[in-house]
């Protein structure tokens, strides 16, 4: 496993940086390319790991799959490829993302198969995605505690009204996915909405997509059709922008633009949060405006932070940035507290015990609840060692402890931060 060690910067971050393209985009990009008749052009594709997963499991499927530096071309299987039995368990790496749209994709589709992956991928829920793919005709069964690997045997579906129980976009996005070889109409019905990625891609391929919005929450119905190939660039991801907006509003005096980010409303809570706390947050937007994602140069600048609170109802727009607002509560005053998230300890791993346990061990007030955590701050971090606990975020989280921290801050399992931010630390150090 590998250590990294993090110091104070000698002075605050400064300048302009491109963080890797989005991940969550990445992802939907390839996997309906997959889906759809022709070769579809994707420009700027994320260089994460976890991408990487999802262009080997298209191309294990048999899609033609090429690259030419970060542009990825996907020949999709179109509208009724033949049969096929694999033999041998697909690898999903560490990827739930490419898990479960993969799971929609195939539920569709002819193909007798089992999705499998590394070990922490091992331990995740499948049953949330199984669950409505059965009720629409897949064959599919999950392993032991409704964990991976998962047996699928795809076929003919039937649309169907579904409310996923917990706030998921890789469970709707499964579920719309499967909906567009089924035989009517799928409707997803989320009473707290989720990233809608997909919901644009999928309109972008011209698939038949009408969202409602009402007090109760939101509904998108799709209806069964064939995906046009897709043109795409993709835009900056928002979580990894965050990390960097995250250490400028930590180090004091630091002023920082992230060129080019996905500006998207249902993934910018942190954002938000970030400027409830006092930092200094603009968006410049960027482009002609007319592609499915918006983007925008996100310019954050150090000031005072003040204690945040957050519930249910604003989880899913900043989901994987609880972490990092963890750490910044430590530098706040008062006292911090998320509720709602209860989906962190389903994450590569459980990041409610894994985030306390860190910041505790570097010295901050920190308490886990069944569903969240209280911080109290500011406190002034020790340093010490964490375990990034094989968690991609939680590394990244732990690494800029280290900026703020009296002594050194030892990452240990810093590797695992190429799953979603390869080049992090190089970017880091190029804004300080
Ligand atoms: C993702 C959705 C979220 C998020 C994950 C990526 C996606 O997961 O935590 O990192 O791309 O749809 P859930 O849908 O399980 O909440």
Sequence with gaps: MSVVTVGRPQRPLSGRCQVPSDKAISHRAAILAAGSAGTSRIGNFSPAGDCHASTALVR??????????????????GPSPSSRVFEEGLDCGRSGTTMRLGAGLVAGLPFTLQLTGHAQLLRRPMERVAEPLRRMGAEISTSAGGRPPIHLRGGELAGIE????????????????????????????????????TERLLAAMGAHVVVAESDQGRSVRVEPGALNPLRLVVPGDASSAAVLAAAAALVKGSDVVLEKVSANP????????????GARVEFEPRGD???????????????????????????????????????????????????GAAELRVKESDRIKGLIA?????????????????????????????????DHRLAMTFTLAGLVSEGPVEVAGSEFVADSFPGFLQSLRGLS
Excluded: W
């Design 162 to 197: 579904f409310t996923p129980p917990q706030a998921s976009a890789q469970v709707k996005s499964a579920v719309l996915l499967a909906g567009l070889r089924a035989s009517s109409p799928t409707t997803v019905f989320e009473p707290i909405p989720t990233r809608d990625h």
């Design 60 to 77: 294990r499927l048999g899609c033609e799959v090429t690259e030419d530096g970060d542009t990825l071309e996907v020949t999709g299987l």
């Design 266 to 277: 249902s993934r910018i809570g942190f954002f938000n949060v970030l400027r409830r706390m």
């Design 289 to 339: 405006g007319r592609g499915p994602e918006p983007v925008a140069d996100i310019r954050v600048r150090y000031a005072a932070l003040e204690a945040f609170r957050i519930d249910a109802r604003e989880v899913p727009a900043l989901i994987d940035e609880l972490p990092l607002l963890g750490l910044l509560a430590t530098a706040a005053e008062g006292m911090s507290e998320v509720r």
């Design 358 to 390: 860190g910041l505790r061990a570097l010295g901050a007030e920190a308490e886990e609840l069944e569903d969240g955590f209280i911080v109290r701050g500011p406190t002034t971090l020790r340093g010490g060692v964490c375990d990034a606990q094989t």
